[in-house]
């Protein structure tokens, strides 16, 4: 079995980047930046957002960082996000999800402006998403293509089935690969028998965020899975023990032998994530000053 290393080709993907960094100073005299809203204590978010930060400055951009109590209000936080919308230092800028219950997510996606949604997640950019006029596609879904794109492992004419149906990564990972020209079916919740599809599958995109929800026998002998699920704390990523606490919702122990390529978690799918959106700020950064 290949596993699909998430780190190496992450790290080629910042590489590229940083290179392009490096352009873009020289071209405009300024440097990338990336914005980060957070709210809450959420420890888990603390942690991504830390690691967003320190990606950033290993390519060279700059990020900023704002953070908000639990308790702050859906309105001022809209307020907030549109002062970051009108801040000249950000090219792009997420909000940390998950946000507090009182928060309507939709509501604060709407609030960014488009040109400057690192994360993708804007109905603006899913809508050019769906009309093939993709500006830049949500960040885990575009990784497990560049994944795919990296092992030579061709979507064309593939049956693909994608577990999990959310805004962020089923549906856009659906979408995805209906355009790499794979035959796609997704399956949620409410889908009897999964495995009766799973089955039948070339390429597997498990993102149903319960873990270890799937393992061998659920997958066709020869097949590709691609794992999206985290669970565990992961709150200190450099240490070991609690490293070796995550996992995903595949049972990667039971592919040896089975499936031909599997990514693991960690080391798969999320570090994509993290090079993806830096890959988004810097386009939306470049196209930003094109209208400029
Ligand atoms: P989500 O919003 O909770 O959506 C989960 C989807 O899976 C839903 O569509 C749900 O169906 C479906 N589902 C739930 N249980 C299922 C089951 N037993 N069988 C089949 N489908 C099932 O989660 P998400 O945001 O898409 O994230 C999914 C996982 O990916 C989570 O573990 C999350 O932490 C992880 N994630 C990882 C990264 C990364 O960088 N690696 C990024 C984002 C998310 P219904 O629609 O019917 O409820």
Redesign the pocket.
Request: net charge positive; with cysteine; proline share 2%.
């Given at each position: 079995m290949l596993v699909l290393d998430g780190k190496i080709v992450s790290q080629l993907l910042k590489t590229e980047i940083s290179q392009k960094v490096t352009e873009f100073k020289a071209k405009y005299h300024r440097t990338p930046g990336l914005g980060v809203i957070i709210v809450g204590n959420n420890p888990a978010s603390h942690v991504y957002v830390r690691n967003k930060e320190i990606a950033c400055k290993n390519v060279g951009m700059n990020s900023i960082k704002w953070d908000f109590p639990e308790d702050i209000s859906e309105d001022d936080l809209v307020k907030q996000i549109k002062k970051m919308n009108e801040l000249k230092d950000v090219d792009a800028f997420l909000v940390q999800?998950p946000l507090p219950q009182h928060i309507n997510t939709d509501k604060i996606l709407d609030a960014i402006d488009p040109l400057k949604d690192a994360d993708g997640l804007h109905p603006y950019n899913l809508g050019m998403l769906w009309v093939n006029r993709q500006i830049v596609a949500p960040?885990?879904p575009w990784?497990v293509i560049r994944i795919l794109k990296h092992y030579e492992i061709s979507i064309a004419g593939k049956n693909c089935v994608v577990?999990?149906?959310?805004?962020?990564?089923?549906k856009p990972m659906a979408h995805l690969l209906t355009q790499a020209d794979g035959t796609v079916t997704?399956?949620?919740?409410?889908?009897k028998n999964?495995s009766d599809f799973t089955r039948q599958a070339d390429i597997v995109v498990?993102?149903?965020?319960?873990?270890h929800?799937m393992g061998k026998n659920d997958f066709k002998v020869g097949s590709v899975i691609i794992d999206?699920?985290?669970?565990g704390s992961g709150l200190s990523s450099s240490d070991q023990r609690e490293k070796s606490k995550i996992s995903?919702?595949v049972r990667f122990d039971e592919l040896q032998g089975w499936v031909s390529a599997a990514t693991p978690?960690p080391g798969?799918?999320?570090?994509?994530?993290?090079a993806c959106l830096l890959e988004n700020t810097l386009k939306l950064a470049e196209n930003r000053m094109k209208i400029c």
């Open positions: 999800m960040c885990t990784g577990v999990g149906r959310s805004q962020i990564v089923g997704i399956v949620h919740s409410r889908t999964i498990v993102a149903a965020g319960k873990k929800l999206v699920g985290i669970h995903g919702d978690v798969g799918v999320g570090p994509m994530t993290i």
